[in-house]
Antibody, heavy 117, light 110 residues
Framework: EVQLVESGGGLLQPGGSLRLSCAAS????????INWVRQAPGKGLEWISY????????YYADSVKGRFTISRDNARNSLYLQMNSLRAEDTAVYYC??????????WGQGTLVTVSS | QSALTQPRSVSGSPGQSVTVSCTGT?????????VSWYQQHPGKAPKLVIY???KRPSGVPDRFSGSKSDNTASLTISGLQAEDEADYYC??????????FGGGTKLTVL
């Protein structure tokens, strides 16, 4: 069974930093590209970052470019999102989401990040 | 990228059919046969129900179908059931490993 389990969310002040993690199991992690997708409270889904299976290809949405960094450790079956210079508008549930092709086929349960003073 | 345009809400009675539209541009929906649809119940993670415009993942009932014409994709749910009540999001590949989602549509089963 494919499982993606996010962790690392929490409450922090504007300008702060946070590192999210996603632990994968039930599939060959090193063979799949992975994304981060977020959802602000009561709002829609927003794709924010993509990393290929070998980390050779990485892309970001304009809303997080220059502030967030995606990375992965295939030996640990883990995905990460380093978030710096956080803003109130970054408040959201952050989902780790596996690429099945040019689409997401599995989602984690999400981790909540709240940025507030 | 701008979000794809979906109706805020749709509704239907049990047994009826409903269609949710998703309008983009030639740079996303119209440019690729890579539209997917997700069902999200309150407090839960999204679930894939359609991918590559019209393909259904294993386990998704054939009541769910997808199509696309030019810059508009559609999700049709036939034989509505109470458990279909949820939010539905479309998503399109937008080139160079980027994706764009729709704003979401709340489906109410009357």
């Amino acid at each position: 069974e494919v499982q993606l389990v996010e962790s690392g969310g929490g409450l922090l002040q504007p300008g702060g930093s946070l590192r999210l993690s996603c632990a994968a199991s039930g599939f060959i992690f090193s063979s799949y590209s992975i994304n981060w997708v977020r959802q602000a409270p009561g709002k829609g889904l927003e794709w924010i970052s993509y990393i290929s299976s070998s980390s050779s290809t990485i892309y970001y949405a304009d809303s997080v470019k220059g502030r967030f960094t995606i990375s992965r450790d295939n030996a640990r079956n883990s995905l990460y999102l380093q978030m710096n210079s956080l803003r109130a508008e970054d408040t959201a549930v952050y989902y780790c989401a596996r690429s099945g092709g040019l689409y997401v086929d599995y989602w984690g349960q999400g981790t909540l990040v709240t940025v507030s003073s | 990228q701008s979000a794809l345009t979906q109706p805020r809400s749709v509704s239907g009675s049990p047994g009826q059919s409903v269609t949710v539209s998703c309008t983009g541009t030639s740079s996303d929906v119209g440019g690729y046969n890579s539209v997917s649809w997700y069902q999200q119940h309150p407090g839960k993670a999204p679930k894939l129900v359609i991918y590559d415009v019209s393909k259904r993942p294993s386990g998704v009932p054939d009541r769910f179908s997808g199509s696309k014409s030019d810059n508009t994709a559609s999700l049709t749910i036939s034989g509505l059931q109470a458990e279909d009540e949820a939010d539905y999001y479309c998503c399109s590949y937008a080139g160079t490993y980027t994706w764009v989602f729709g704003g979401g549509t709340k489906l109410t089963v009357l």
